[in-house]
């Protein structure tokens, strides 16, 4: 028994100090915050975060919410139709897509960061959206889209977390 104590001891001094972190953290996109609760009337920021990603140069989100319980508001109203803030974590060289269509309830956001901007690692704010609470209810923010891609056009493996906003009276 304390010859496999000292065994697992020096093992664990070993990946220590070869500086082994265990298994990388998978990438991941989520809303934040996550759930909110806001009045009728009032507007709301919600931000679209990824977290522990690599190599990152590229996005094509689409993200879904109740467009009776809340609208989309206009981040750009110097360009027609209403946008979405881009965020500080991936440059927005080449938007093919910003847009929120409140009709639908979907917003579509399809970025590509150029050289010589460095492929973005670690986590940050991609997007953000600024929602007005129309009427009482429940609006789920799921992604129906999340395509991520790597500086060599190969798709990020991410997994999403929805989020939601409760508008009451």
Partial sequence: MKKLFYFSWFITVVLLISGCQGPPRDTVIKIQPGTSVVKVGDTIAIDILVEDVSDLMGMDLGLQFNPTVLAGQDADSAKDGIQLQPGSFLS??????NAIDNNAGL???????LS????????????SIEFKAVATGVSELTFV???LASSEAQEINVT??????TVEE
Avoid at 92 to 97: A, E, K, M, N, R
Avoid at 160 to 165: A, D
């Fill in 107 to 113: 917003v579509q956001y399809v970025v590509v960061q």
């Fill in 145 to 147: 889209k999340t395509m």
């Fill in 92 to 97: 927005p060289d080449f938007q093919h897509s």
């Fill in 116 to 127: 010589p901007n460095e492929p973005a690692k670690g986590s940050g704010v991609v997007a």
């Fill in 160 to 165: 999403s977390v929805p989020g939601q906003v």
